[in-house]
């Protein structure tokens, strides 16, 4: 485990929500009269974990496996811990949280198996 790559990408996964959130939020609010495209909001999550965790798979270029569940554990992990300080009284979505790991593990694997160019030549 790469303690400055896990930290390098986890902080990427992060922003990367982030900027989604506001794009869309900004989007549905001023252009958008149509409510059902609300149900976006919960792909978001899934889709920026299998990009950061293919990313992050690659650079390390190793059992692409545990690289997505290292992932999937520190985005658990600010979830816990956002829940925690906001005193948020939400349950754990069990499922959501199933499916986000599978999407981080995919891209985990996806990520190692990818030909890089820069090293083959």
Do not use: D
Not at 61 to 66: F, I, P, Q, R
Not at 83 to 96: N, V
């Amino acid at each position: 485990m790469k303690f400055g790559k896990l930290l390098k990408y986890s902080l990427f996964l992060f922003i990367l929500s982030l900027i989604i959130y506001f794009i869309l939020t900004v989007y549905i609010y001023y252009f958008s009269k149509n409510p059902g495209l609300e149900i976006i909001y919960s792909f978001i999550v899934p889709i920026c974990i299998f990009a950061v965790s293919m990313l992050y798979s690659r650079s390390v270029h190793e059992k692409g496996l545990l690289r997505g569940i290292e992932i999937w554990i520190v985005y658990f992990a600010i979830v816990l811990l956002i829940k925690i300080l906001f005193r948020y009284p939400s349950e754990i979505r069990i499922l959501y949280n199933g499916i986000i790991l599978v999407m981080s593990i995919l891209g985990g694997i996806i990520g190692v198996n990818m030909k890089n160019n820069s090293i083959k030549s």
